[in-house]
């Protein structure tokens, strides 16, 4: 299967996704919290389907990680990892911030990666090794060396009221450091904005491969780069990322480093 393929079909997927989520926006939605704060609603679970059977019928061998559903395990070494919904909290309330995002995987490398901003008709894609796009222009991170002029973004898990490690050590020192900070609520957004250089820096604790496997992707595509917030090497598969546009990675690393010796 050609990695060219396998992009065409996440993009079509991911822009008829986007779709079911642009017309059930703004409509009262029924929604079940998983947690106390962690919600899912219908059309979460209307795109996952649509996706799901999708993959189903186009790949019928290929394995499926898709946020909502159990992970359906084949002998495959292709496995597609999707999140039919990401910025599910902003959807229910009517913010328009969300996408769909949708990635292929063969034995851990990532072969194509899809996010899709059904609002602004924002498609983001990669390859690898083939660059990064916006609706098919290509992309690249920003030029911002100083972390002082660096636009950043970050979010919060949703055990925020539980964990000891919520973040917000890391959010103060940023403030003081960075020129300013959004928190708006889609990590896969928040990698392509940094990717087609809206951003400068991203960091979050407690992500999952479908918020980031697609986003991973066009980000390194783009020219950025992203570790763990001790600097080791990042996949999709840790929970916690810092991603860049690269020129600003030390400075931020700097920043994490002395706010981790801070904390009691
Ligand atoms: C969430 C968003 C949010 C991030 C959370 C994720 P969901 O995904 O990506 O930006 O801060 O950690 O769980 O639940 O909207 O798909
Ligand atoms: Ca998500
Ligand atoms: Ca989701």
């Known amino acids: 299967m050609e990695n060219r393929d396998l992009l065409r079909f996440a993009e079509e997927v991911a822009r008829g996704a986007g779709g079911i989520l642009r017309r059930n926006y703004g409509r009262k939605q029924s929604i079940h ?25 186009a790949f ?48 851990g490398s990532l072969l194509a990666g899809a996010v899709f901003d059904p609002l602004l008709g924002e498609l983001f894609t990669a390859k690898p090794g083939g660059g990064a796009f916006r609706n098919g222009e290509r992309i690249f991170v920003s030029p911002t060396e100083k972390l002082r002029q660096s636009l950043l973004s970050t979010g919060f898990a949703y055990d925020v009221n ?9 959010f103060r020192e940023f403030v003081f450091t960075g020129q300013a900070i959004r928190r708006d609520g889609s990590a896969a957004l928040d990698l392509c904005y940094l990717a087609c250089g809206r951003f400068d820096g991203f960091w979050e604790l407690a992500l999952k491969p479908w918020d980031t496997a697609a986003g991973l992707l066009i ?7 992203a570790t763990r917030l001790d600097g080791s090497p990042y996949d999709f598969i840790q929970p916690d990322i810092l991603a860049s546009n690269g020129l600003i990675h030390d400075q931020m690393l700097a920043v994490l480093k002395k706010s981790r010796r801070d904390v009691p």
């Open 219 to 225: 980000l390194t595509e783009a020219g950025g780069l």
């Open 60 to 107: 019928p061998d290929h394995g499926i990680l898709s946020e909502e559903s159990s992970e359906i395990l084949t002998s495959s070494p292709y496995r597609w990892i999707v999140d039919p919904l990401d910025g599910t909290t902003n959807y229910a309330h009517g913010y328009p911030c969300f996408c769909v995002s949708i990635a292929v995987e063969r034995e």
């Open 162 to 170: 539980t964990s000891a490690d919520n973040n917000l050590d890391y």
């Open 33 to 57: 919290f998983k947690g106390e704060i962690d919600l899912v609603t219908e059309v979460d679970r209307q795109s996952e389907a649509y996706i799901m059977g999708s993959i189903r019928s």
